[in-house]
């Protein structure tokens, strides 16, 4: 009974590939987000989704598209994969200010 | 762009021994949240803080909102191993559109010894 749970759990590719990582929530929450964490630990939102719409987009390369199917579901899409994507990916909803977050997948570009 | 200055950035004690970790604003934030994480495992709410001058505790764990809502503390009492991980703080803006938005600190890194 996972609350916000992400695949994959890691993912090694080589640069200029694409990629998706798959979120989903079983909490009821209407706002979903993704956040980078750099491999100094910090923590920085790159979406937020509330209801299906985008509400948050943060200064993101366009390469990086995320959708959102349901409410329950947010998944991030990345095209032409560079070394500096490189970094833990975060998934994390919320009811209202306070987020739980995923288990993060770990992106390695090579 | 609302900042946060968390510091130490590391933090290495003994067993026992009592530690503060700060967060600091030239913002206001509408609430103030303190997230613990585990190597590999995604950040986990601890607590959260709204009011100016706010103090919960959690055990061991004490945290102060700053009168003006533009700081945070947390202090721990008595070290366990098992309070090593990554500390970070995060914001709520005030007022604003950015629905939900959080702007974390750079984190605290703790590692108690046994």
């Known amino acids: 009974d996972t609350a916000v749970s992400q695949t994959p759990k890691y993912l090694v590719t080589q640069m200029g590939n694409d990629k998706s990582i798959k979120c989903e929530q079983n909490?009821?929450?209407?706002?979903m987000y993704w956040y980078k964490q750099d491999s100094k630990k910090f923590l920085k939102i790159m979406f937020s989704?509330?209801?299906?719409?985008?509400?948050i987009n943060e200064t993101v390369p366009n390469r990086f598209s995320p959708k959102s199917p349901d409410k329950a579901h947010l998944n991030l899409h990345i095209n032409s994969l560079e070394l500096g994507d490189s970094a833990v990916y975060f998934c994390a909803s919320s009811l209202f200010n306070e987020q739980f977050f995923g288990p993060g997948t770990r992106l390695t570009v090579l | 762009t609302q900042l946060l200055e968390q510091s130490p950035q590391f933090l290495s004690i003994q067993e026992g021994e009592n530690l503060t970790v700060y967060c600091n604003s030239s913002s206001v934030f509408s609430s103030l949240q303190w997230y613990r994480q585990e190597p590999g495992e995604g950040p986990v709410l601890l607590v959260t803080?709204?009011?100016?001058?706010e103090v919960k505790k959690l055990k061991r764990l004490t945290f102060q909102f700053g009168d003006a809502r533009k700081d945070s503390s947390l202090h721990i009492t008595a070290a366990q191993p098992g309070d090593t991980g990554l500390y970070l703080c995060?914001?709520?803006?005030?007022?604003?559109?950015?629905?939900?938005?959080?702007?974390f600190g750079q984190g605290t890194i703790l590692t108690v010894h046994p």
């Open positions: 995060a914001g709520a803006e005030a007022g604003g559109t950015s629905y939900g938005k959080l702007t």
């Open positions: 989704y509330n209801n299906k719409e985008l509400i």
């Open positions: 909490l009821g929450h209407d706002t």
């Open positions: 803080v709204v009011t100016g001058g």
